[in-house]
């Protein structure tokens, strides 16, 4: 079975600064989809940012971004320039390859990191 | 921005009780799951559902628990009889029939159990 593990339950970044979100994951797939999620006070669940793991190109959404190291299984986020508004619980997600099914399988989120941003 | 739909936004119920938690998919997606979390823990997998069957279920998913599409439109999860520790919220999930593009969630069901 696939794993997510997030080693930081909190981290906390001064407003305007860079913070990076670790996450590993554990699979025998070759191919799979990774995600970031952002959950705010409100417990909507938004989607910020997603990698497929056979692109070598880290995805960047604006101030996100993502760092995928495939052989060590390894896909942290990058936030520049943090804002208030980047408050919020962070998941990382893994989602099963293609041809499994299609949409079939469920996500597998790690434990999360509560982001706080300093003003 | 198309929307997954959840009804109510917070339910109690006592224990014993059968619930049913509403959801709404975006209208063009295939794929439709059930998530639950705890408060304070992470988002665990319930249930996913195509072309009007179950796909897969998590052992979290026992005879305490069904789905059903009932009109094309509505997705619900029904809980037969509640129990204290179903208490949590609820997330419905659609997605299309490419998962790059992610799961699109609703904004959840906070459901207690008293």
């Known amino acids: 079975a696939q794993t997510v593990t997030q080693s930081q339950p909190e981290m906390s970044v001064q407003e305007a600064e860079t913070v990076t979100l670790s996450c590993t994951y554990d699979?025998?797939?070759?191919?799979?989809?990774l995600f970031w999620y952002k959950q705010p006070p409100s417990r909507q669940m938004i989607l910020v940012i997603r990698?497929?793991?056979?692109?070598?190109q880290n995805a960047t959404e604006n101030r996100f971004s993502v760092n995928f190291q495939k052989a060590a299984k390894s896909f942290s986020l990058k936030i520049s320039d943090s804002q208030l508004g980047d408050a919020a619980m962070y998941f990382c997600?893994?989602?099963?390859?293609?041809?499994?099914?299609?949409?079939?399988?469920?996500?597998?989120f790690g434990k999360g990191t509560h982001l706080i941003i300093q003003p | 921005e198309p929307e997954v739909t959840q009804t109510p936004s917070h339910q109690v119920t006592q224990m014993g009780q059968e619930v049913i938690l509403r959801c709404v998919p975006i209208?063009?997606?295939?794929?439709f799951y059930w998530y639950r979390q705890i408060l304070g823990q992470k988002v665990e997998f319930l249930v996913s559902?195509?072309?009007?069957?179950?796909?897969?279920k998590s052992e979290i998913f026992d005879d305490q628990f069904s789905v059903e599409r009932p009109d094309g439109s509505n997705f619900t999860l029904k809980i037969r009889s509640t129990k204290l520790e179903d208490s949590a919220m609820y997330f419905c999930?659609?997605?299309?029939?490419?998962?790059?593009?992610?799961?699109?969630f609703g904004s959840g069901t906070r459901l207690t159990v008293v």
């Open positions: 559902f195509y072309n009007n069957e179950i796909s897969e």
């Open positions: 999930a659609s997605s299309g029939n490419t998962r790059f593009y992610g799961y699109t």
């Open positions: 699979t025998s797939e070759s191919d799979y989809y």
């Open positions: 997600a893994y989602s099963p390859p293609r041809g499994s099914g299609g949409g079939a399988d469920g996500l597998t």
């Open positions: 209208s063009n997606h295939l794929y």
């Open positions: 990698q497929e793991a056979y692109k070598q």
